[in-house]
């Protein structure tokens, strides 16, 4: 379309020149289609399906779409239209009539049509859509003659007012609901389907009256103005609140803006040969491959939406009108060939003529898309590059653990932050010891704490879910009950736990110790009382994908895991390994915490080697477990990392029972204990643990400790080498920062190996490298890969010291910050690729420049998340780490990046030299 500008030339002078107005509107009219398929970011979803069908030969009500470009030109301007925007709407809309054989405004052949959002991706329900729009005091009477049924014509012309007036002029539609009460209530009509003609006419003239009430002016009659101002509503829907909630919620962007489809309207509430519905080529629930669908006969679609009646089956239009049926069959088996996907189709039926409104790729649970791609790969539909990318790996979280049933209605008290997707329902208990007690008796439990530590591991291992007030993604529950795919929501704010009243608050609830409650890992929500869970079930289909992803992935997937359990665990999910056994989580058994204490608290060197010399043959024998069960896979041991405080008595509950021992003057031996306790703990306290005495800083200053676990390692390799198991251990030093203290603890490390081979005889293969989650270390990664075989980034560490964000405090502002767009996402469970990703890239590049074969892989709680498996991906590591429950999403994370961005070469299996 050729407009003429004033432009200046190179030389200062001005000059007409013509320049083309973009393309604003699109028909689709007539079996033939301006738009495709392809075009969806500038028609939107709706709209670019619309023209695909119409093109397809789809019965589909003739319209046009206004792109999303005139979105952001009239966006753009201050909401102002661009030039030639209109005129090119004229012609849309002539083209429509043309097709549709009636004409907006004519009063004896009235054409109505729809004005609806489409975004690129779907937002169901989060912005506008006005419907019968052309309707004024003339045309309604056209409507009521061509149909031949009065009622009708005032009946949608009353819905039009209620829609145009809460959308376009902003009035509530509250107001329009109570006047529709009162008629209904004059007219003794029990649904508002018993509103006689008469009636709804006084209804007309009531709701427009209360147009010009709250407006000023009176309802406009005139269909072009209608036009244009819906038009501009639906654009400008794109800012109401909700959808702007939405997209920060599911992180779409707020620039794409929306495209706006114009289309003849269809009418389902014709009488008993009509009637609207909605259906799905297959079961969006399970997957299986069959007919699925509500209908509702005499019926517009807003009713199924406000669900104000309950739809039949899908046999109910089968029988009522077979013949609309048998197209219906025919269109969604020829849409799910041609989309290739299950389809989730809106459809109309007037008169017994079927019309497909709308077509797109169903929503469906996470089993239901791994049985849907595994299935369509089997019957030749897709390729498994396809299938794979068909499947979204978060979803497979919903598979392998128990979920709340999707059906359950309920309301929450409390929010937090969801360490697992699992969800649990038990009695409320405030103390781990009180966990134990209650479960032993057979019952189920929720742990309920304002946070947690090593001492109230029991209780959380017998609870079926874990509650705290504080904490992120990192913090100590959420690590340790990810690692065994336990219910666990931290950081709920909200939850304000009493525990000597035995009650915890959440805004205006009360709830009290013994009361049930769910929480649903899925969403993070607290809900007082039991809510159905479902069980998770492994299906064919399932390890059918998992197969397939394992077979094309190149960065490979290892499992956090502690335990010969938990290494078992992570096998059944086809781990490659162990990328983190975190062996201060060894110590976590009731039996070993008072050892460790003994060990943190000791005076002097002797007390600490007798600690040490009691814990050797407890982390040997878990050792021996681990191999054994992850043979002949490589297993990553990281030497001993604990916050200290995590694993002392608090000091608070000290200084409580010193206190009272003292005043009362009772158990003089205990008091005396108790007064060594608190001057150790005075000593030890650190007013930032995190970056305290921790790491290999420990290790550095009580070698002892260091010497032991090395010892342990390697006399578990040796004794299962000696019984014909494969074996790999790798000995990683945590919070290395510094080229010295790699040197001293890697020497050490290698001395107290090779002495323990040559006792025992055995040669076993071994490597020695380093946990990269100090940011100076990431930036002399070519001096530290001097002394270290492998590097493992610690990202939990890394994200901590790289933003300054407390892992554990996080939680305090973290909502507010996502709310004011301050940050993008958690850092701590999507890894931030400008700050420390970048870290991450100079720790890998100059690390390589020194070991061109290093190995390297990540071990922090992102090594499960999707998008940042994807950026490891591409940023070449070795290998991912993440907790069994979540390695089958990160080998299919992984499969995908590889089939997007290809790499290569595959990354080494094996690190640089090797100690044999
Ligand atoms: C890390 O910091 O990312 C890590 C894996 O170590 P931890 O969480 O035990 O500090
Ligand atoms: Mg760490």
Not at 581 to 598: A, G, L, N, Q, S
Request: contains cysteine; glycine residues 8%.
């Amino acid at each position: 379309m050729a407009v003429t500008k004033m432009r200046k030339t190179p030389k200062g002078k001005l000059r007409a020149v013509s320049t083309r107005t973009p393309k604003y509107v699109y028909s689709f009219a007539n079996g033939k289609a301006d738009g495709r398929s392809a075009m969806r970011p500038l028609l939107g979803g709706k709209g670019c399906e619309l023209a695909e069908m119409t093109n397809l030969g789809v019965p589909v009500p003739p319209g046009f779409t206004i792109t999303t470009e005139a979105w952001a030109a009239y966006n753009g301007a201050g909401k102002k239209h661009p030039p030639g925007f209109w005129k090119q709407i004229e012609s849309g809309l002539a083209r429509l009539e043309a097709a549709a054989g009636s004409r907006l405004g004519d009063p004896d052949r009235p054409l109505l049509v729809s004005v609806r959002s489409g975004a690129r991706v779907s937002m169901p329900g989060m912005m506008d859509t006005v419907l019968n729009l052309g309707l004024n005091d003339e045309t309604v009477g056209g409507l009521a003659r061509r149909t031949r049924n009065e009622r009708f014509a005032w009946d949608c012309y009353r819905r039009f007012l209620t829609i145009f007036g809460d959308v376009v002029l902003g009035i509530d539609r509250h107001g329009f609901d109570a006047l529709l009460d009162r008629v209904k209530e004059k007219a003794g009509a029990k649904t508002d389907a018993d509103v006689p003609a008469d009636a709804l006419k006084e209804l007309v003239a009531d709701s427009k009256r209360l147009v010009q009430e709250r407006t000023g002016r009176p309802f406009p009659q005139d269909p072009t103005e209608q036009l244009w101002l819906a038009i501009n509503a639906v654009f400008d829907s794109w800012w109401a609140k909700k959808a702007v909630d939405y997209r920060r919620i599911h992180r779409l962007a707020d620039d794409w803006g929306t495209a706006v489809t114009v289309m003849a309207m269809v009418f389902g509430n014709l009488g008993t040969t009509s009637g609207t519905g909605v259906c799905f080529s297959r079961d969006p629930a399970t997957g299986e491959k069959r007919f699925f669908g509500e209908f509702l006969v005499n019926a517009q679609g807003e009713d199924v939406v406000a669900g104000v009646r309950t739809p039949e089956h899908l046999d109910d239009l089968k029988r009522r009108m077979p013949k609309a049926y048998r197209q219906l069959v025919a269109i969604k088996d020829k849409l799910e060939r041609h989309y290739r996907d299950m389809q989730d189709i809106e459809f109309t039926v007037q008169d017994g003529r079927l019309y497909i409104l709308q077509t797109r790729s169903g929503k469906r649970t996470g089993a239901a898309a791994v049985r849907i791609a595994v299935e369509m790969v089997e019957e030749k539909l897709i390729d498994r590059p396809t299938a794979l990318c068909r499947v979204e790996p978060a979803s497979l979280s919903q598979l392998l653990v128990k979920t709340v049933d999707p059906n359950a209605r309920y309301s929450a008290i409390a929010q937090g932050l969801s360490a697992t997707a699992a969800a649990a329902v038990g009695r409320v208990v405030f103390n781990p010891e009180k966990a134990v007690e209650t479960a032993l008796r057979g019952e189920r439990v929720i742990l309920v704490r304002a946070e947690t530590s090593p001492e109230d591991v029991a209780g959380m291992h017998v609870a079926e879910g874990i509650l705290t007030s504080r904490g992120g993604l990192t913090s100590h529950a959420a690590v340790v009950a990810r690692g065994w795919g336990k219910c666990c929501v931290v950081g709920a704010g909200d939850v304000v736990v009493d525990e000597e009243n035995g009650l915890f608050r959440a805004g205006k609830s009360v709830v009290r110790e013994g009361q049930v409650i769910t929480l649903n890992g899925a969403t993070g929500q607290v809900v007082v009382g039991p809510l159905p869970l479902v069980d998770p079930k492994l299906s064919e289909e399932f390890k059918q994908l998992l197969d397939w992803a394992r077979d094309v992935a190149t960065t490979k997937v290892r499992a956090n895991a502690d335990t010969p359990e938990d290494a078992r665990k992570a096998r059944e999910f086809e781990a490659d390994g162990i990328g983190l056994v975190r062996t201060e989580h060894m110590f976590f058994k009731d039996e070993r915490i008072p050892i460790v204490r003994e060990m943190i608290m000791a005076e002097d060197v002797e007390a600490r080697k007798k600690a040490v010399d009691r814990l050797l043959p407890f982390q040997r024998e878990d050792f021996i477990g681990i191999f054994k069960a992850m043979t002949p896979h490589p297993v990553t041991i990281r030497l001993l990392d604990p916050p200290l405080h995590e694993f002392l008595p608090k000091y608070k509950d000290v200084i409580e029972e010193y206190t009272r021992l003292d005043a009362l003057r009772i158990n003089p031996a205990r008091h005396q204990e108790l007064g060594g306790i608190k001057a150790r703990l005075e000593a030890l306290l650190e007013a930032n643990p995190m970056l305290g005495h921790r790491g290999c800083r420990l290790g550095i200053t009580f070698p002892e400790i260091y010497e032991m676990q090395v010892r342990a390692i390697m006399e578990a390799a040796c004794t299962v080498a000696r019984q014909g198991v494969a074996v790999e251990p790798e000995i990683m030093i945590p919070l290395t920062g510094t080229t010295a203290e790699m040197k001293l603890t890697g020497e050490m490390t290698r001395r107290v190996a090779e002495a323990v081979t040559a006792e025992m005889g055995v040669r076993v293969p071994y490597m020695v490298g380093t946990m990269i989650e100090v940011p100076r270390a990431a930036l002399i990664a070519d001096q530290i890969a001097r002394h270290a075989e492998f590097f493992s980034f610690g990202t939990n560490d890394l994200t901590q010291m790289t933003f300054g964000y407390s892992r554990d405090d996080i939680g305090k502002f973290l909502p507010f910050y996502l709310d004011k767009k301050l940050l993008p996402a958690d850092p701590f469970a999507v890894l931030d690729r400008e700050g420390v990703g970048e870290l991450i890239r100079i720790g890998i590049e100059r690390g390589r420049k020194t070991h061109r074969d290093l190995k390297v892989g990540i071990c922090g709680e992102h090594g499960g998340e999707p998008s940042s498996v994807e950026f490891c991906h591409q940023v070449g590591m070795t290998y991912v780490s993440c907790s069994p429950y979540m390695v089958p999403i990160a080998w299919l994370a992984a499969a995908q990046a590889e089939i997007t961005e290809p790499r290569r070469r595959p990354e080494p299996a094996r690190g640089g030299k090797r100690h044999a």
